[in-house]
């Protein structure tokens, strides 16, 4: 049986907002069962062009310089761990390199007229963006190297075998940042803040395990008494302006889809302001002197939460019915955990503490989930529109 060949026709609305020409290859692609639209020259295959060069240029001259670093210091061995080692060239080299690779071409592919994330960041936010990246980079770094260390107990190399080595590592790592300098959208960065606030907290647990952190509260962890008080701060600061540059994308976004919505502009203030007193948390720590100031920021925090779950209703343009039910399930939870532990005493003040923020923040995440999708049913209304125009 012969196949019939179909034809698609995309709106000219599309098209203007995608800046396609008449000679722009495309490719149709069943993805889960359903039909993608897809660039036949996407920025994969950008990249792939360009990690043959930068990548494997800044590998081979930091790969080199370590050579020449070992041979000028008379280091004919080199440790696999420890203060002058392998791994800590590794780390230093993976996210300094790492990072100009990514900040470089993240600039630079904010002239793909394909790329509509880095042209909606303003330059305030470009900071933020690279520096979690970075902040990713050198955790994962840090961990590998850790466990290569705990593989490879005692591991020695000559300096020319660690310099291959590290030609490998840097190789690995320019090629992937530049990758996700290309692919990195509204997703990948709620991916990052999500990583960002589960991997500072997750470490300052680990840090204070021995001063049992847990019989005294959460907000222990950033005050004097614990170990490295600032990290679980800076972890709460940098978290902040993560969610603020990503609310700042998603709603310039959606402004474009949704025009002078004042309801939008009271949902953007609200959760800019949700983010911005996350932060005042990180900035006043549960110590002595701002025990005041931080109680007060906290209990507006819950405030802003309260607010965004019971206003979501009106605030939240073409809201679905199961979001809507799912946000007053999270409102009952955090009222039922409320009741729980300050009423019948049944909840420390530290599971309490656990159990709000977890729910509170991963209704955050679904509710910028929720946004990002309105961007994409956006467009996916224009397009129905014009096909019954």
């Excluded at 946000?327 to 955090?334: D, R, T």
Aim: glycine share 6%; charged share 10%; proline share 2%.
């Amino acid at each position: 049986m012969k196949s019939k060949d179909y034809q698609l026709k995309i709106p000219a609305a599309v098209s203007e907002q995608l800046q396609l020409r008449e000679d722009t290859p495309v490719k149709l692609v069943v993805k889960r069962d359903r039909l993608v639209v897809q660039f036949a020259e996407p920025r994969q295959q950008v990249f792939q062009k360009r990690v043959v060069f930068w990548p494997l240029l800044l590998a081979l001259f930091a790969s080199v310089g370590f050579l020449i670093f070992c041979v000028s210091q008379g280091m004919h061995k080199v440790k696999l761990v420890g203060e002058q080692s392998l791994a800590t060239a590794i780390i230093l080299v993976g996210v300094v390199l790492g990072t100009l690779l990514f900040a470089g071409f993240f600039i630079h592919d904010r002239n793909n007229p394909l790329n509509h994330f880095t042209k909606n960041i303003y330059w305030r936010n470009f900071p933020v963006i690279v520096l979690s990246f970075a902040l990713i980079l050198a955790l994962v770094l840090s961990g590998s190297m850790w466990l290569l260390g705990v593989l490879f107990k005692g591991a020695i190399f000559g300096s020319f075998t660690a310099s291959i080595i590290l030609f490998v590592f840097s190789l690995v790592v320019n090629a992937t940042m530049v990758y996700f300098s290309l692919m990195v959208d509204a997703s990948v960065l709620t991916t990052v803040l999500t990583l960002v606030i589960i991997s500072g907290v997750v470490i300052s647990m680990a840090v204070n395990n021995q001063k049992y952190w847990w019989q005294h509260n959460l907000s222990f962890l950033g005050t004097n008494g614990a170990s490295s008080g600032w990290q679980f701060n800076a972890t709460l600061m940098f978290a902040a302006l993560l969610m603020i540059a990503l609310i700042d994308y998603l709603f310039v976004s959606l402004h474009e889809v949704f025009p002078n919505s004042r309801r939008l502009w009271v949902l953007r203030i609200l959760l800019t302001l949700t983010a911005v007193d996350l932060g005042m948390v990180g900035v006043f720590p549960n110590n002595a002197i701002s025990h005041d100031l931080h109680d007060q920021v906290a209990t507006f925090l819950v405030y802003f939460i309260i607010a965004l779950i019971v206003g979501v209703r009106w605030l939240l343009p073409q809201i679905t019915q199961d979001f809507l039910y799912l946000s007053y399930g999270v409102g009952i939870a955090l009222v039922i955990a409320e009741i729980l532990f300050r009423w019948l005493g049944y909840f420390s003040l530290t599971a309490f503490e656990l159990i709000a923020f977890v729910i509170a923040f991963g209704w955050l995440l679904m509710l910028l989930e929720q946004i990002e999708g309105l961007i994409t049913a956006g467009t996916e209304g224009m397009i129905q529109e014009t096909k019954h125009s």
